[in-house]
T-cell receptor, first 112, second 109 residues
Framework: GIQVEQSPPDLILQEGANSTLRCNFS?????LQWFHQNPWGQLINLFY???GTKQNGRLSATTVATERYSLLYISSSQTTDSGVYFC??????????????FGRGTQLTVWP | SQTIHQWPATLVQPVGSPLSLECTVE??????LYWYRQAAGRGLQLLFY??????ISSEVPQNLSASRPQDRQFILSSKKLLLSDSGFYLC????????FGPGTRLLVL
């Protein structure tokens, strides 16, 4: 199946700092999503972004489908940004509709 | 948008006991539904997914089974739990699997 690699695996920031999380994938995709899992385990969809750039407040994401990577930018980080960030993709070929493949995530810790 | 409901939030079960976890969806009809397990160390493992009533696809052969008796209901079951079944179980739904429930933490002792 498709491979999804996220980097860095762990990231520690001071409040107010900016960061970039990366997701590489090994094949063409129909669907790419970024999720945030809070310390209580709840996963929230941040972006649905198979290509292009989107922004939502302090967060933005860019997917370059032709080069098979996506970036999640967090600006002016806050302690509430802490948690695990997952990238998930739906392959274009050889997969049942809606089946997502997740990366192993980036654990972000923001200190006050 | 859709809301995914799961219960219970936490469950402690003895080895060999049965299991039934329920997931229901609010706000849509005929959603794609998914069961994931997340062990310590972050990775999400897809267990089952369903594109309609009675249609279940299994990703990993194991001690668990799933059923979809109604359009917006997805049930994860086991006849006899193993220690290795411990973990955090997440139900997800939506045409792109983008909505997640709050999860059930299962500890098998």
């Amino acid at each position: 199946g498709i491979q999804v690699e996220q980097s860095p695996p762990d990231l520690i920031l001071q409040e107010g700092a900016n960061s970039t999380l990366r997701c590489n994938f090994s094949d063409s995709v129909n669907n790419l999503q970024w999720f945030h899992q809070n310390p209580w385990g709840q996963l929230i969809n941040l972006f649905y972004i198979p290509s292009g750039t989107k922004q939502n407040g302090r967060l933005s994401a860019t997917t370059v489908a032709t080069e098979r990577y996506s970036l999640l930018y967090i600006s002016s980080s806050q302690t509430t940004d802490s948690g695990v960030y997952f990238c998930a993709v739906e392959p274009e070929r050889g997969s049942t509709l809606g089946r997502l493949y997740f990366g192993r995530g980036t654990q972000l810790t923001v200190w006050p | 948008s859709q809301t995914i409901h799961q219960w219970p939030a936490t469950l402690v079960q003895p080895v060999g006991s049965p299991l039934s976890l329920e997931c229901t969806v609010e706000g849509t009809s005929n959603p794609n539904l998914y069961w994931y397990r997340q062990a310590a160390g972050r990775g999400l493992q897809l267990l089952f997914y369903s594109v309609g009533i009675g249609q279940i696809s299994s990703e990993v052969p194991q001690n668990l089974s799933a059923s979809r008796p109604q359009d917006r209901q997805f049930i994860l079951s086991s006849k006899k739990l193993l220690l290795s079944d411990s973990g955090f179980y997440l139900c997800a739904g939506g045409e792109a699997g983008q909505y997640f429930g709050p999860g059930t933490r299962l500890l098998v002792l």
